[in-house]
């Protein structure tokens, strides 16, 4: 049997990676650039580097490994990216991540301008998350499970569901359970900003640093906060791992999963927040219901589950499509 290829690609808040991949998954050649959303004066300029940016990378593929690419072992390409989103339709519908960004559909903006470029595939769309979970599934320690999740901790809070061997998704939207309420004192608070007493508002990378400068920190990543170890910003990871435990419960007796893996650029930093998440779902979930308790564990895939998820992505419409 012939070796087959795809091109995946990750859209995050901070960056974007991408990949060339065989069909068992290993990964042939890796890029990865940031996005620097603010860097323009406009969101339609914003935009329309980001669409250059993604022709610019799987074009370079396609010249740096032509009989890969061009070949007719080339299944397709695969897009994943931050939501929420309509995998149907294509588009962005109001992305958390992207400022400012509305409706956007990012699928035929991109078939277009790889067009241009002489380089005509159709690209295979999906949420992140969801793209992490079936990379999961497809090499990573979910092979052979038919229910579980994958939640990716970073910019913000991902939910990826495969259930009964799918992806938990209805008319092309869903699995977006990092919006789940879990404080509902801070939106009595502030009930025009709900978003703040969400899972993602609380336990994301955004999230922390905005909590923390409001208690004076002056940095502007995730690692500055790390390395500050003033006793003052300590509570903000146990918050964080109270929002996770409860996200963790939550779908554990809505799906009835086997198995829950975290991925995402925070899992670097675990050892902050991961013990107490795990005892808080315990204490949890033994109080709810212990039938529904699965183990937490770290996704094999770890950082790169998005865009092998995404380059996973055309062989599993292929076979959908049979």
């Not at 359970?177 to 978003?195: A, L, M, N, R, W």
């Not at 086997?258 to 013990?275: H, M, Q, V």
Request: hydrophobic share 40%.
């Amino acid at each position: 049997m012939k070796t087959s290829f795809t091109i995946g690609l990750d859209l995050g808040g901070t960056k974007l990676a991408a990949a060339l991949l065989d069909q068992h998954g290993q990964i042939i050649d890796f890029q990865k650039v940031p996005v620097e959303l603010r860097r323009e004066s406009s969101v339609a300029q914003t935009q329309r580097r980001i669409i250059g940016l993604m022709g610019d990378l799987t074009c370079d593929f396609k010249k740096r490994f032509p009989k890969e690419v061009s070949s007719k072992y080339f299944k397709g390409i695969g897009l994943a990216s931050a939501g929420p989103l309509n995998v149907e339709r294509g588009e962005l519908i109001f992305p958390a991540n992207f400022p400012g960004w509305k409706k956007v559909p990012l699928v035929s903006l991109l078939e277009d301008e790889i067009r241009k470029r002489g380089f005509s595939k159709r690209i295979h769309f999906q949420h992140d998350a969801t793209a992490a979970a079936l990379a999961e599934g497809w090499i990573g320690a979910a092979q052979k499970m038919n229910t579980f999740a994958v939640v990716t901790i970073g910019t913000g809070i991902g939910t990826g569901i495969v259930f009964n061997g799918l992806p938990a998704q209805s008319r092309g939207m869903g699995s977006e359970y990092g919006h789940t309420i879990v404080d509902f004192s801070q939106i009595q608070q502030s009930p025009k900003e709900i978003k703040y007493g969400t899972v993602e508002g609380i336990a994301s990378g955004l999230s922390l640093l905005r909590r923390a400068r409001q208690r004076g920190f002056h940095g502007v990543s995730v690692e500055e906060l790390v390395a500050d170890k003033n006793p003052k910003y300590q509570s903000l990871y146990k918050d964080m791992a109270l929002a996770l435990g409860c996200l963790c419960h939550n779908l554990s007796i809505g799906y009835n999963l086997e198995k829950i893996f975290l991925s995402g650029g925070l899992i670097k930093i675990r050892n902050l927040y991961l013990d107490d998440l795990k005892a808080h779902y315990k204490d949890m979930i033994r109080q709810t219901n212990p039938a529904f308790e699965c183990k937490i564990e770290i996704a094999k895939t770890k950082n790169k589950a998005g865009v092998i998820g995404a380059g996973y992505l055309p062989y599993l419409y292929s076979k959908r499509s049979r």
